[in-house]
C-alpha cells in the first residue's frame, strides 16, 4: 500500500507565493513520474506540472513562468513552489505519482493524495 499525503495549502493574496509538498510512502521500490493536477470548482481536473526520476519537467501553459516543480528522489517527495498567485490559480490541488511496489517492480500503478486546497483573493 502506498500513501501520498500533501501539505503546504493556503489562503494567499494575488502576486503571493505558497510551497506545496507530496510525500510518497509505503511499500515503494522506486517512482517514476510525479506531480500535480488541480481541480477548480465546477471544472474539470487539468494537470499543472508533472516531473520525471531524471527530472524532466512539463507545466501547463497557465503556470510556465511562475510555478517550479521539483522533487527529492531520496525522500520521494515532490514540491510545487507558486509564485505570483493568481486568484485563477485558486483549487483543490492533488498530488499524483505513478508507483513501481515492492511486490511487483514491473508494474507501474498512478496514486493520489487527498488534496491541499489552495485559495489566491484579490
Known amino acids: 500500500q502506498v500513501q501520498l499525503v500533501e501539505s503546504g495549502g493556503g489562503l494567499v493574496q494575488a502576486g503571493g507565493s505558497l510551497r506545496l509538498s507530496c510525500a510518497a510512502s509505503?511499500?515503494?521500490?522506486?517512482?517514476?513520474?510525479m506531480g500535480w493536477y488541480r481541480q477548480a470548482p465546477g471544472k474539470q481536473r487539468e494537470l499543472v506540472a508533472g516531473?520525471?526520476?531524471?527530472?524532466?519537467?512539463n507545466y501547463a501553459d497557465s503556470v510556465k513562468g511562475r510555478f517550479t516543480i521539483s522533487r527529492d528522489n531520496a525522500k520521494n517527495t515532490v514540491y510545487l513552489q507558486m509564485n505570483s498567485l493568481k486568484p485563477e490559480d485558486t483549487a483543490q490541488y492533488y498530488c499524483?505519482?505513478?508507483?513501481?511496489?515492492?511486490?511487483?517492480?514491473?508494474?507501474?500503478?498512478?496514486?493520489w493524495g487527498k488534496g491541499t486546497l489552495v485559495t489566491v483573493s484579490s
Open positions: 499524483y505519482a505513478q508507483v513501481y511496489g515492492l511486490r511487483d517492480p514491473t508494474n507501474g500503478i498512478h496514486y
Open positions: 509505503g511499500s515503494i521500490f522506486s517512482i517514476n513520474t
Open positions: 516531473i520525471t526520476s531524471g527530472g524532466s519537467t
